[in-house]
Nanobody
């Protein structure tokens, strides 16, 4: 059973930074595509960033330059570095895995990020 456990969320002032972590277990992590999504109140869940097994990255256009996704296969962990945070970044952030070889999709429980206005 694949499990994803996020950490690192919290309350941060506008302009600040946070780094989210997601530790995966139960899959061939190094071969999985990992991603971060977010869902703000009253809005649909949206892609923030994704990283493939080859470390190719993909970002939401509106977040390029502020957010960076990375992975450490030795630690089965994917990170999301968030800089210059804005109130509109307030959301629950979810870790996502598309596992090798059949691309089954798994979600973490989410971690809250709050940037007060």
């Amino acid at each position: 059973q694949v499990q994803l456990v996020e950490s690192g969320g919290g309350l941060v002032q506008a302009g600040g930074s946070l780094r989210l972590s997601c530790v995966a277990s139960g899959s061939a992590f190094s071969r999985d595509t990992m991603g971060w999504y977010r869902q703000a109140p009253g809005k649909q869940r949206e892609l923030v960033a994704a990283i493939t097994s080859a470390s190719t990255t993909n970002y939401a256009d509106s977040l390029k330059g502020r957010f960076t996704i990375s992975r450490d296969n030795a630690k089965n962990t994917v990170y999301l570095q968030m800089n210059s945070l804005k109130p509109e970044d307030t959301a629950v952030y979810y870790c996502n895995a598309r596992t090798w070889p059949y691309e089954y999709v798994y979600w973490g429980q989410g971690t809250q990020v709050t940037v007060p206005s």
